[in-house]
């Protein structure tokens, strides 16, 4: 019993002292519970976990982390594999048929991402028929999913790999190009082709083949012109390891510049 008061006692002056507090924080113009802990997440109290898990504002933030070092972060916002129209083919069947193949395509490689052996891709045709849309859509889809994805554009890849050898730039790492899950290379074939350009391409793409790293390639080029451009060895590891995807039909851009 006397245990019992003792705590009763006790409870009652930290309850008045807490008053006294709070008194004091009012009459300074802060609010009552000013000096309290306040979490941005009360439910894991922002450790990031609850029960050993992985809390949803960490999830969130991972994302968000990876929507920036992507290199693609406005885009994620407004690609998608929803937001992809397949109307624009609409007016040929044949074209149809064969966008919605790469859809389903594309949306199976994300599916299947992470098992077994690494698939890669190659996303051929003329300029404005999607190719961008689709590979910014498995990069989303897959960010959310936790993996590592780069995406860079053929011009900027190469440019970091010159800055780096010729010692442009001390703060360029470019082994994050062989290192992460996923690397998407958009616009293969617009950068200046030149014996160093050409080395880099063979040894990237040849060590992420070896490493069994997924390497998606976005391009204008037909096969005739990769084999002017780039050596056979890189055109063959391509054509033979990747699984082409052919885009068809007219410019997006100029039918929705028509619709206005």
């Keep these: 019993h006397d245990l019992d008061k003792r705590i009763h006692k006790l409870r009652c002056e930290i309850e008045e002292l807490v008053a006294i507090r709070e008194q004091i924080l009012k009459s300074k113009g802060y ?4 000096s309290a802990v ?20 960490f999830r ?3 994302i968000l982390a990876g929507y920036e070092s992507s290199g693609i972060g406005k885009l994620l916002h407004k690609q998608s594999f929803e937001t992809f129209d397949l109307s624009y083919y609409k007016k040929d069947p044949e074209e149809l048929c ?21 698939q890669n891709l190659l996303l051929f045709g003329n300029t404005g028929l999607g190719k961008t ?15 590592d994805v780069i995406y860079i554009t053929a011009f900027n890849l190469f440019s970091e790999f010159e800055q780096e050898h010729f010692g442009r730039n001390s703060d360029i790492d470019t082994q994050k190009f062989f290192r992460c899950e996923l690397l998407i290379i958009d616009d293969l074939g617009t950068e200046a082709i030149t014996k160093f350009t050409v080395s880099c391409l063979y040894n990237l793409l040849n060590t992420r083949l070896n490493t069994d790293h997924a390497t998606i390639i976005n391009t204008n080029l037909s096969h005739a012109e990769m084999l002017k451009l780039y050596s056979d060895r890189i055109v063959s590891r391509i054509l033979g390891e990747y699984i082409p995807l052919k885009f068809s039909g007219r410019d997006i851009r ?5 619709q206005h």
């Design 38 to 57: 306040h979490y941005d997440c009360e439910k894991c109290m922002d450790t990031g976990f609850v029960n050993g898990k992985m809390c949803d504002c």
């Design 98 to 118: 064969e966008m919605k193949d790469n859809l389903d395509i594309c949306r199976r490689y994300v599916k299947d991402f992470g098992k077994d052996q690494q």
């Design 254 to 258: 100029l039918q929705k510049l028509e």
């Design 133 to 147: 849309h689709l590979s910014t859509a498995i990069a989303k889809e897959l960010i959310e999913h936790g993996f």
């Design 31 to 34: 609010p009552a519970d000013y």
């Design 60 to 62: 969130r933030a991972l």
